[in-house]
Each structure stands twice: as C-alpha cells, then as structure tokens.
T-cell receptor
Framework: AQKVTQAQTEISVVEKEDVTLDCVYE???????LFWYKQPPSGELVFLIR??????QNEISGRYSWNFQKSTSSFNFTITASQVVDSAVYFC??????????????FGKGTKLSVKP | KAGVTQTPRYLIKTRGQQVTLSCSPI?????VSWYQQTPGQGLQFLFE???????NKGNFPGRFSGRQFSNSRSEMNVSTLELGDSALYLC????????????FGPGTRLTVT
C-alpha cells in the first residue's frame, strides 16, 4: 500500500534559520510522482514542486530546495533563511504513475512550520 | 488564467440534510479531483472526474457522489449528512493527461450541526 509519512508534526524556528521538512514514502510502483504543497492559514493548497521517480536530481528554487533519494524513499524539503511568510502547513504527497491514477494524491499528515520574527 | 473556484466557501447544514458543492477548474483543464480535509484524518481523496467520467474513487461511502459537466465544472454531493462530514472540501484541477500536477481551489468549509 502507498503511504507518506511526515514525522515532524510541528516545527518552530526563528527567522533566517534554515529548516528541513522530512518526508518518507512507501510504494511498490516503479513509476510514481512526489509533490510538496503549502497550505497557508487561508486554506488553499499551493503547489510547490513535482518530482518524477525516474529523475533523482535535486532541485533548487530560490530559498527552496528538495532532496530526493530513492535509496531511502525520502523527499525532503529545505527552506534556507526562513521568513515569517513561510509559516504554513506543508504537505508531502505521492501519486502512482500509471494510466489515469495521478489524480489520486496520497498525502502525509503535514508539518506545521512557524517562523518567528 | 483564472484559478480554481469553489462555491460556496462556507456552508452550515443540519444532520440528515444533503449538500452540493461546486468546483470550476482552470480553463483548459479536464480533470477535477475532490479531497476531504479533517483534523483527524488529514487530506483524503474522494474521487476524480475526467471528461465527465469518474476515473478514480477513494474509500468513502456511497453518500458521497459527484459528477462532471461538459465544460469540466464538477459538483460533489453528500446525502444524509453526518456530524463527521464536517470538513474542508477541496477540489483540484489538472490537465489529466501525461504527467501533471494538481492545482487546488480555496475549498468549501462544511459544518454539520
């Protein structure tokens, strides 16, 4: 069965600190997709990144970076020099890679990040 | 491009009633997925519609149903509401073909009393 685990329920940091959000996944599929979403207090889930299982390159986008490691089934997310606006709940998600199954996202429980000034 | 819109944004219903939620996807997107978010269960997949056909279904009772229209707009219906149906219902829009990501609407907050 597919599963996404975000072991960190809540993290609190002071502005400008670096923070890493952990995500561990389980799947039997050889093709799958991993995602990170941000949910600010307004409630709308904001798409951050998609990673394909066949592409293990890490990615950097501004202050955000993602480390995908198939060997440990992990897809961790690092925010460098955190800012108050980064405060939100962050979700890691997984979808299968065949046919029309991508529409079913399996989410972790989320990590609530609080960045204090 | 306009984003995903959901109406209404807030709803208060009484146990036993039924409710219909609406979702308009991003222009050109043919897939709409629905999710339920509760503090206890987190985000759970309800179903996905693609070109007016249900393509995937989560593990929810038959009281939860949906449909999609030819313009890709989707509705979700919950009959015989229970207190446990109180949740944030999110719909997500995507192209539905190839490799794609889903873009979410602001959600409908349903409270069942």
């Amino acid at each position: 069965a597919q599963k996404v685990t975000q072991a960190q329920t809540e993290i609190s940091v002071v502005e400008k600190e670096d923070v890493t959000l952990d995500c561990v996944y389980e799947t039997r599929d050889t093709t799958y997709y991993l995602f990170w979403y941000k949910q600010p207090p307004s409630g709308e889930l904001v798409f951050l990144i998609r990673r394909n299982s066949f592409d293990e390159q890490n990615e950097i986008s501004g202050r955000y970076s993602w480390n995908f490691q198939k060997s440990t089934s992990s897809f961790n997310f690092t925010i460098t020099a955190s800012q108050v606006v980064d405060s939100a709940v962050y979700f890691c998600a997984l979808s299968e890679g065949y046919g029309g199954s991508q529409g079913n996202l399996i989410f972790g429980k989320g990590t609530k990040l609080s960045v204090k000034p | 491009k306009a984003g995903v819109t959901q109406t209404p944004r807030y709803l208060i219903k009484t146990r036993g009633q039924q409710v219909t939620l609406s979702c308009s996807p991003i222009s050109g997107h043919r897939s709409v997925s629905w999710y339920q978010q509760t503090p206890g269960q987190g985000l759970q997949f309800l179903f996905e519609y693609f070109s007016e056909t249900q393509r995937n279904k989560g593990n929810f009772p038959g009281r939860f149903s949906g449909r999609q229209f030819s313009n890709s707009r989707s509705e979700m219906n919950v009959s015989t509401l229970e207190l446990g149906d109180s949740a944030l219902y999110l719909c997500a829009s995507s192209t539905g073909t190839g490799i794609y990501e889903q873009y979410f609407g602001p959600g409908t907050r349903l409270t069942v009393t």
